[in-house]
């Protein structure tokens, strides 16, 4: 079984900085495209950041030039850097991961259990 652990959230000031990361555990498996999620109170969850196994990154209008989205493959780890931090960036933070189980042609959706972005002077 393959969990997704993320770390890193926190309080920050708005135009701080805070770096979460999230790391995919388990046996026999391959990691493709990893992303990560927000969800604020009452709002719908939206795609952040995504970067797929080969590098290429794909970002929400509204972090562009803010964050950035990183991964070590051979850690199956992926880091979001955000900067410029707003309140409405407030919001739980989600790790999500296409998983390949070896052997086999099937990718499954994993998720993190979240972790709470607080944005507030």
């Known amino acids: 079984q393959v969990q997704l652990v993320e770390s890193g959230g926190g309080l920050v000031q708005p135009g701080g900085s805070l770096r979460l990361s999230c790391a995919a555990s388990?046996?026999?498996?391959?990691?493709?495209?990893m992303g990560w999620y927000r969800q604020a109170p009452e709002k719908q969850r939206e795609l952040v950041a995504a970067i797929t196994r080969g590098g290429s990154t794909n970002y929400a209008d509204s972090v562009k030039g803010r964050f950035t989205i990183s991964r070590e493959n051979a850690k199956n780890t992926v880091y979001l850097q955000m900067n410029s931090l707003k309140p409405e960036d407030t919001a739980v933070y989600y790790c999500?991961?296409?998983?390949?189980?070896?052997?086999?042609?099937?990718?499954?959706?994993?998720w993190g259990q979240g972790t709470q972005v607080t944005v507030s002077s």
């Open positions: 999500n991961a296409e998983i390949r189980k070896i052997g086999t042609i099937f990718v499954s959706n994993y």
């Open positions: 388990g046996s026999d498996f391959s990691v493709n495209t």
